[in-house]
């Protein structure tokens, strides 16, 4: 199982960036997605995630301003939106998969390479 994260940049306080978490590879179910970001000197920091039946959750920080969601034209992609960010916002964002391999396996987290946000104020 393979995640590629893409989507980070360097953005003005307010401006919004857009994530993308694409899996591929030997996949029965997916049954979460998450966001997760590490500032500089901080502990990693779970922001979003999308699991089974579309459900979602956002840390408290981010609710309002971060929508985590199905990419519409490639099922195999979760996108994270970040409008309204804010300095500090920035840290590398990583994205992991809870993975079923085959029918009847438990679920394995994955993890993709991390993307890097930095918010200028």
């Known amino acids: 199982v393979q995640l590629q994260a893409s989507g980070g940049g360097l953005v003005q306080a307010g401006g919004s960036l857009r994530l993308t978490c694409a899996t591929s590879?030997?996949?029965?179910?997916?049954?979460?997605v998450s966001w997760y970001r590490q500032a500089p000197g901080k502990q990693r920091e779970l922001v979003a995630t999308l699991a089974s039946g579309e459900i979602t959750s956002y840390a408290d920080s981010v609710k309002g301003r971060f929508t985590i969601s199905r990419d519409n034209a490639n099922k195999d992609a979760v996108n994270l939106q970040m409008n309204s960010l804010k300095p500090e916002d920035t840290g590398v964002y990583l994205c992991?998969?809870?993975?079923?391999?085959?029918?009847?396996?438990?679920?394995?987290?994955?993890w993709g390479q991390g993307t890097l946000v930095t918010v200028s104020s």
């Open positions: 590879g030997s996949i029965f179910l997916t049954d979460a």
């Open positions: 992991s998969a809870d993975v079923r391999p085959n029918f009847g396996a438990p679920s394995y987290k994955y």
